[in-house]
């Protein structure tokens, strides 16, 4: 199957540094890969769509100087949250998507095990 | 704008059926997804309906009525480790996915 890691699992920052974050597809290539926030007991809101080899894509509201996405392979896409403060605390989730996305045809995601922030 | 509609709990005995309804008020419509999530980990896909009617999958079906914009989850013969929250998410234009609140599924025995 579909396999998606992120690295780190856990991080623990002080406020003000910057943190990375890893996406990688194992055993495909990502033609798109996604990145959510979820905080506790909440829904996953939707962050940016990463596009290989072109900007990304940000979701309303969503700062694209904070959070830096990069999606320099088919296999690799990266965000940074950057300057990070107490409320950027949460769990931060990507998935990707080999699939040419065409109505009606069946579609998954394909979700990574997430990375728990923790600012300080 | 875009929202969707599920109910925030749902409580059952082992063994049980319960069904998760979802409705659904987006712009772009191509499917509705159900994803699955145990408690600090990743959703996991269950299922997925672009076309109206009915979808099996061994012990879980979903649901579609497109003109009514509602769908549903029917999980069967309960277990314990269905306890999770489940997620009714909208796919749309660029393969996005608009998730609902989720529905926090605890399994009794």
């Known amino acids: 199957g579909a396999v998606v890691s992120q690295h780190p699992s856990r991080v623990i920052c002080k406020s003000g540094t910057s943190v990375k974050i890893e996406c990688r597809s194992l055993?495909?290539?990502?033609?798109?890969m996604f990145w959510y926030r979820q905080f506790p007991k909440q829904s996953l809101m939707l962050m940016a769509t990463?596009?290989?080899?072109?900007?990304?894509?940000?979701e309303q509201g969503v700062e694209k100087d904070k959070f830096l996405i990069n999606h320099a392979s088919l296999t690799l896409s990266t965000l940074t949250v950057t300057s990070a403060h107490p409320e950027d605390s949460s769990f931060y989730i990507c998935?990707?998507?080999?699939?040419?996305?065409?109505?009606?045809?069946?579609?998954?995601?394909?979700f990574g095990p997430g990375t728990r922030l923790t600012v300080t | 704008g875009q929202s969707l509609e599920q109910p925030s709990e749902v409580t059952a005995v082992e063994g049980a059926i319960v069904q998760i309804n979802c409705t659904y008020q987006?712009?772009?419509?191509?499917?509705l997804s159900w994803y699955q999530q145990h408690d600090g980990g990743a959703p996991t896909f269950l299922s997925y309906?672009?076309?109206?009617g009915l979808e099996e999958t061994g012990r879980f079906s979903s649901f579609l009525s497109r003109s009514d914009s509602y769908g549903y989850l029917l999980l069967q013969e309960l277990q314990m480790k269905d306890s999770a929250s489940y997620f009714c998410?909208?796919?749309?234009?660029?393969?996005?996915?608009?998730f609902g609140q989720g529905t926090e599924l605890s399994v009794k025995p």
């Open positions: 055993d495909f290539q990502a033609t798109t």
């Open positions: 309906n672009a076309l109206d």
């Open positions: 998410a909208v796919s749309n234009q660029g393969g996005k996915l608009i």
């Open positions: 990463s596009n290989e080899g072109s900007k990304a894509t940000y």
């Open positions: 998935s990707a998507t080999p699939l040419v996305i065409e109505a009606g045809s069946s579609y998954e995601q394909y």
């Open positions: 987006t712009s772009g419509f191509y499917g």
